[in-house]
Nanobody, 126 residues
Framework: QVTLVESGGGSVQAGGSLRLSCAAS????????MAWFRQVPGKEREAVAV????????WYADSVKGRFTISQDNTNNILHLQMNSLIHEDTGMYYC???????????????????WGQGTQVTVSA
């Protein structure tokens, strides 16, 4: 069992930055991947950035490449998402997720993640 708690969301103007954090507790050695997803009302939850522990790979959605950076503090079991050059389309609820072995092959799929946080809202004004 893994418990995930996000923080760091807020409101920012376009061009600004935010840093999201996700504190993990419980069986933190079990996930094969740690990820950030986002969702806006009326749309499906989509993967934004993923750390794949096997091979130490990182996956980013095309829409955030060059602007977002995912990182993990293994000592304190905290996942971060540094978001720079924010645009209005980055607005949404951001969720932290922990995945089983299938996430190594399909990091962008929602159904390969077993645990989710409650989300933190990010609002970017144009």
């Amino acid at each position: 069992q893994v418990t995930l708690v996000e923080s760091g969301g807020g409101s920012v103007q376009a061009g600004g930055s935010l840093r999201l954090s996700c504190a993990a507790s419980g069986d933190t050695n079990s996930p094969f991947c740690m990820a950030w997803f986002r969702q806006v009302p009326g749309k499906e939850r989509e993967a934004v950035a993923v750390i794949i522990h096997i091979g130490k790979k990182i996956w980013y959605a095309d829409s955030v490449k060059g602007r977002f950076t995912i990182s993990q503090d293994n000592t304190n079991n905290i996942l971060h998402l540094q978001m720079n050059s924010l645009i209005h389309e980055d607005t949404g609820m951001y969720y932290c997720a922990a995945g089983g072995y299938r996430c190594s092959a399909y990091p962008e799929r929602r159904d390969v993640y077993n645990y989710w946080g409650q989300g933190t809202q990010v609002t970017v004004s144009a």
